[in-house]
């Protein structure tokens, strides 16, 4: 049985623990063994991507520490995934011990979906929604991970859902991480571009596989008075779509 | 506000922003762009081959540049050209001042070159008090209007058509009598086409500079460049060192991505090689050929782990498909070079301190590198921008107090979930009907978009009592 630790991501954590509660039970339904490391806190993107690498490196190796005993490790994340993955072992170029540590962990490291779908040819059974909905191409997980046609196809299973494409599909949301606090009226107007997309669909449901993607879009549609509501496509997968959307929380 | 403040990066992209003739402008060239590569490549079955060729090729040339440049000047100086070196941006406006000084020149024609640009050539030649007449249509449009280019293939991509014909109207002899396109250029031609005639230096850009024949490669959609180099007794070339192809075949695999990225054509109208000046016999071309070899910055690119930005062919198609490029416009960055590339050269041109919003303002998506024809990697480059930015301390205080609380918090799990706990309390006060519409310290984010309700217990606290519960 494949050991699996989850990385449950600090907005999962924080936000949204449905997305996380929805990765565990999606991944022991594909047959895994799953654990939760204790240790876990966030994967150290806001340092890293601030430019702040002696902190990056600080959390980083907090995060191998914590995760190198799995045979895998999943994040139900596109970009947490993608910065272990492709990121750690450059953080470490100049450090050849930890530096195999990090590439060790990257090689094992994945987004759910991509997971679900390419590791453990998992797809949902008897899981129904009536919706429609349109699917979102978190930035990360589309150009670091190349993950694209496997929500697709593990969406394509849920029954009754209709899959709308989303026109510009492609292009950035504007969260950015850290990017939507520190030029927020830029992000502003990239996601109001992105919203109007949305829209356009007509769609029940928007879905992709980044919460802090998600909040970003959700937060603008529910500004703009739209009744599309959002999921990370782990939920929908889980069959959890008859739940609170994000921002409906009790 | 004081003049300092007006032109920082924030206050130039709050200004381009609440300028909706702008965003209209933007798009309709983009969004055509983007339309327009997509379909080229998507008719090109060997496009991601001819990707990785060009990248080789460039950085091939980047590694051996001594060889290729000593190459160059020995075939072009055989040709009869004459090539000068200029290591800085003055240097190189000098030289081509005197030049024209020295050839006795009144006015001189320019054809569109991003390089002559970076130099700031347009301003020293007015200073140096020489008539200049810019032969690009859209370089023509922005000396009218005194303005700057705000794109790198389109450098009047700011101005709707409408702008355009209100521009002509003031300023041409004979303007159009009509507002459709062929009136309006139509009525540029017979405005340029005199200053085509009377200049004593025409100036030109380079795409590519052949090593083994010492030719010189432009291309241009409006033939303009021809008229600059061949009419003028004295032609000069500037163009960056980077420029270099060891020969013709190189070029054109490097020609095919550059038109095929920058406007999904097949070929541009107008494909150039210049090769020394006139010869007993030609027809035509000028009496003097000069070749000014540009460095200005880009030999300590190579020391600064920015060797993969000389690959650039300025195609134009990572500002084409930015998000910001696209919300912001060209102007707004502050620098001669605009989006993606501007935001990685900017820093190398005007220095890291008054360009580090450039480097931060960018939500590392990767589309840019994705469609970069020779896959420069420019989301990795503004992120080592970033870490020198962070090490030689331009952080402001508060963006560096922080990161390092917060970092400081993540290191400690028992007192991160402290804290996340008490975090998610706080929050769910502001919050009303699942959504907390003001949000002190987060206004950027709650000005303009709601911020979902956080869960009433962390994950982590929720998947412990779970597990307490079951007796684990
Ligand atoms: S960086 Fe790449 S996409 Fe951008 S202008 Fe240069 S060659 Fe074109």
């Not at chain 1, 204790?38 to 959390?59: E, V, W």
């Not at chain 1, 045979?71 to 953080?91: E, N, R």
Request: glycine residues 8%.
């Amino acid at each position: 049985m494949r050991k699996v630790g989850l990385f449950v991501t600090c907005l999962a954590d924080l936000f949204r623990p449905r997305t996380a509660f929805a990765a565990a039970a999606l991944l022991e339904r594909a047959g895994c063994d799953v654990e939760v490391p204790r240790l876990q806190t966030c994967c150290g993107q806001p340092a890293y991507n601030s430019g702040d690498t002696q902190n990056a490196r600080r959390i980083a190796r907090r995060v191998i520490s914590a995760f190198e005993t799995f045979d895998y490790v999943v994040a139900p994340s596109g970009s947490c995934a993608g910065t272990i993955k492709l990121h750690y072992p450059d953080l470490f170029a100049d450090d050849p011990a930890w530096r195999t540590r990090a590439e060790n962990l990257a090689a094992r490291t994945c987004e759910i979906v991509s997971f679900l779908a390419d590791v453990c040819s998992y797809s949902p059974r008897d899981v129904a929604l009536a919706a429609s909905a349109t699917y979102h191409d978190t930035c990360s997980g589309l150009r670091e991970l190349k993950i694209e046609r496997q929500p697709r196809a593990l969406l394509s299973s849920v029954k009754g859902l209709r899959l709308i494409p989303l026109p510009d599909v492609q292009s950035c949301c504007g969260f950015g991480g850290t990017f939507c606090v520190k030029y927020p009226s830029i992000s502003n107007a990239i996601v109001d571009e992105k919203a109007t997309n949305i829209e356009s669909t007509k769609a029940d449901l928007l879905l992709g596989g980044d919460l802090g993607c998600l909040m970003n879009m959700a937060g603008k549609l529910r500004r703009r008075g739209s009744a599309i509501r959002a999921f990370h496509v782990a939920e929908i997968l889980a069959g959890m779509g008859d739940g609170p959307a994000i921002g409906e929380e009790p | 506000m004081t003049r300092a403040e007006a032109d920082t990066f924030k206050a130039r992209a709050g200004a381009a922003l609440a300028d909706h003739h702008l965003k209209t402008a933007i798009d309709r060239t983009t969004r055509t762009a983007r339309q327009k590569r997509e379909a080229a490549v998507a008719g090109w079955p060997g496009f991601s081959r001819a990707r990785d060729l060009g990248a080789r090729i460039k950085d091939h040339v980047i590694e051996n540049l001594d060889h290729y440049l000593i190459e160059f000047e020995r075939n072009a100086r055989a040709s009869g050209a004459i090539v000068h070196y200029a290591s800085s941006a003055g240097d190189a406006c000098q030289i081509v001042v005197r030049i024209c000084r020295d050839a006795k020149a009144r006015t001189v024609t320019r054809s569109k070159s991003m390089l002559g640009e970076e130099i700031g050539l347009p301003h020293a030649l007015d200073e140096a008090g020489l008539g200049r007449v810019e032969t690009d249509l859209a370089e023509h449009i922005v000396q009218l209007a005194h303005d700057r280019p705000s794109h790198i293939i389109w450098p009047a991509l700011h101005r709707t058509r409408e702008d355009i014909a209100a521009l002509f109207r003031e300023h041409h002899h004979t303007p159009q009598n009509s507002d459709d396109i062929p009136a309006m250029v139509a009525s540029a031609r017979r405005q340029l086409r005199g200053g085509f005639l009377a200049a004593d230096v025409g100036i030109s850009g380079a795409n590519f500079l052949i090593a083994d024949s010492g030719a010189v490669c432009t291309v241009t959609n409006e033939g303009n460049a021809e008229l600059t180099t061949t009419i003028p007794r004295v032609h000069i070339v500037t163009a960056g060192i980077e420029k270099l192809v060891p020969s013709l075949p190189h070029a054109f695999a490097l020609l095919r991505l550059l038109v095929r990225s920058a406007t999904g054509a097949d070929i541009t109208q107008y494909t150039t090689f210049h090769c020394g000046p006139k010869r007993a016999g030609d027809l035509d071309g000028p009496e003097a050929f000069h070749i000014v070899l540009v460095d200005n910055g880009r030999a300590r690119m190579l020391g600064q782990g920015l060797a993969e930005m000389l690959r650039c062919l300025r195609c134009g198609a990572c500002m084409n498909h930015c998000v910001v490029y696209n919300e912001i416009g060209g102007h707004a960055y502050g620098g001669v070079y605009p989006g993606p590339m501007g935001a990685v050269l900017t820093p190398v041109l005007d220095g890291l301190e008054t360009s580090r919003d450039l480097v931060h303002a960018c939500t590392l998506n990767g589309r840019c590198q994705e469609v970069c024809p020779v896959d420069i990697p420019l989301p990795a480059m503004l992120r080592g921008w970033r870490e020198k930015s962070w090490a030689q301390g331009l952080e402001p205080v508060t963006q560096r107090s922080f990161i390092g609380l917060w970092a400081f918090v993540v290191t400690r799990p028992r007192l991160y979930r402290l804290g996340a706990g008490l975090a998610i309390k706080t929050l769910r006060l502001f919050a009303r009907d699942g959504w907390i519409r003001a949000l002190p310290l987060a206004s950027g984010w709650t000005s303009t978009r709601d911020f979902p309700k956080p869960a009433r217990r962390t994950f982590m606290a929720q998947y412990q009592a779970q597990k307490r519960n079951r007796g684990l």
